[in-house]
């Protein structure tokens, strides 16, 4: 049976069990290194990434997280786990790293304090009809290397164009929180990434 972790140091880790077990999957929590050798995959959630930094690196999981993520086990970063993917970050704290491996530039807290949290309907490469996405204090994408394919962009508003969804090979991240709500079909995407590698 396919195992997924979900990165549990902090951040909103419940709703994306639910979703892996829905999806027929073994689904569990990670927070010590040998939790993280039994992953297949991994999602790193949403929450606050200068704290999921700083208690990775407490917790002794910062090194063997890069090594997993540069073997190519497949994971998936959503808004703070799409910033701790990033191998660059604009408006991070300071001294704030990433595990990274994922060749792009998010930009922290980036759609600003006017619109903190919105929810947009949007297409998404792999799925089919809209999804809809909910942001809350989201990073977006601002710079994307040659292997990094773009899922997803705000379709309209203010911040029309923005990238928020990526992938490149068994890396993807959203800005957007895919878990909220009971559309699993952004998780199925992952799955499938998973079952695949
Ligand atoms: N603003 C948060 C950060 O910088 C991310 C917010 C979220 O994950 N919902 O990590």
Redesign the pocket.
């Known amino acids: 049976m396919t195992s997924i972790g979900v990165f549990a140091l902090q ?2 880790v419940r709703e994306h069990l639910q979703a892996l077990e829905r999806l027929g999957v073994e689904a569990f929590t990670v927070r010590r290194p040998a939790e993280l050798e039994r992953c297949d995959g991994l999602i790193v ?8 930094y700083k208690l990775a690196r407490t917790f002794d999981l910062l090194e063997p997280l890069r090594r997993r993520v540069k073997d190519g086990m497949p994971t998936f970063g ?4 799409m ?1 701790m993917l990033a191998d660059r970050i604009r408006d991070g704290a300071p001294g704030q790293e990433t595990v990274g491996g994922l060749d792009v530039t998010v930009r ?2 980036a759609f600003g304090r006017q619109v903190d949290s919105f929810e947009v309907d949007l297409e998404m490469a792999g799925v089919d009809r809209t999804v809809h996405a909910v942001f ?4 977006w994408v601002e710079e994307v290397g040659p292997g990094v394919e773009v899922l997803a962009e705000v379709p309209s508003g203010e911040a029309a164009g923005r990238i928020v969804a990526v992938r490149q090979g068994p890396l993807m991240a959203t800005s957007f ?1 895919p878990e909220v709500g009971d559309d699993d079909r952004v998780h199925g995407l992952f799955v499938d990434l998973v079952k695949q590698s």
């Open positions: 951040g909103d959630p949403g929450g606050e990434s200068t704290t999921m959503t808004c703070a786990g910033i922290r807290n809350i204090r989201a990073p929180h």
